[in-house]
């Protein structure tokens, strides 16, 4: 007999939201497995980022609802709150708090003990290359320091789900490395991880689930060997999307040494 499946982590049911006369997520349906680590794939203006926004209790979505581990986003918000780590796209910061003030004062908003956060904290600092940055102000920080300063914050309560927007974008092969290994190790105990992405390889290489949005609606969804068949991710995602394979035909003819 087979085991029960257990219960999605996330599960999003009939999602909408316009802004003016753009629908920027057309009735996106959605459940997403607990303990697995998935790739949240689409083109610019697939509605990713708004989805994202709406599932985390960032963005009020104009229908539909959104469940993290039983509990409605909306409807009972700080106990999903209490559940969730968030790296949103341009995270705004305390600028002007250095990037261990900066965890400490998110650990206790989480109303974490005080020795408990510096104890994390530190932990975070190190395993991050934080740590010789730990007192400098987080508007000194690289594009790079502030995602990983970021993803610490979003970690230091141990959340059950992690929503990472872009995570790598901006970030240096070494500390994406860096970013690897922590969310690697995080989803390998049993936590999941949501996060989007236009590099394909990386999702390849990481996610063993995916999700590909385009137009505001979800086009292909399940573990990463089934999405992508025989193909490779990248060809996969170009096939569910559709793609201008011309670079424009007729158009931009201007364009070149040629007509020099
Ligand atoms: N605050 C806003 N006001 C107006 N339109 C918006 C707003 N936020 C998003 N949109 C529009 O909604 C659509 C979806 O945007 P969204 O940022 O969710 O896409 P995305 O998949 O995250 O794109 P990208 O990969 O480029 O980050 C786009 O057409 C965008 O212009």
């Known amino acids: 007999m087979q085991a029960p499946t257990p219960p999605p982590a996330v599960s999003v049911h009939d999602l909408w939201k316009s802004f ?18 998935i790739g949240l794939v689409g083109p610019n203006g697939a ?16 229908r539909g609802t959104v469940l993290v581990h039983g509990a409605d986003v909306w ?12 790296l949103p796209e341009g995270l705004r910061m305390f600028e002007r708090l250095s990037g261990r003030e900066l965890l400490q004062y998110n650990g206790r908003l989480r109303g974490l003990p005080g020795a408990e956060v510096n104890r994390r904290a530190e932990e975070l600092l190190a395993v991050l290359d934080l740590a010789g940055s730990a007192d400098k102000l987080v508007a000194d920080y690289s594009t790079g320091m502030r995602k990983k300063i970021g993803l610490a914050a979003a970690l230091l309560h141990n959340p059950d789900v992690l929503f990472l927007d872009e995570p790598f974008e901006g970030v240096d092969p ?4 860096t970013i690897r290994g922590v969310l690697t190790r995080y989803a390998a105990s049993g936590s999941t991880v949501v996060f989007s992405s236009h590099v394909m390889e990386l999702v390849e290489s990481l996610c063993d689930w995916v999700a590909v949005v385009n137009a505001g609606q979800v ?11 025989d193909r490779s991710l990248h060809q996969a995602f170009l096939d569910l999307v559709g793609v201008r394979e011309d670079g424009g035909g007729e158009a931009l003819g201007w364009l070149g040494g040629a007509s020099r």
């Open 219 to 229: 086009v292909a969804r399940g573990p990463l060997d089934a999405v992508r068949g």
């Open 174 to 177: 070494v500390s994406a490395q």
């Open 75 to 86: 409807q009972d918000p700080v106990a999903v709150k209490a559940r969730i780590g968030i």
């Open 47 to 62: 509605g990713k980022t708004t989805t994202l926004s709406m599932v985390t209790g960032l963005l009020r979505p104009d």
């Open 20 to 37: 003016g006369p753009q629908t920027a997520v057309a009735g996106l349906t959605l459940d997403l497995p607990a303990g697995s680590f």
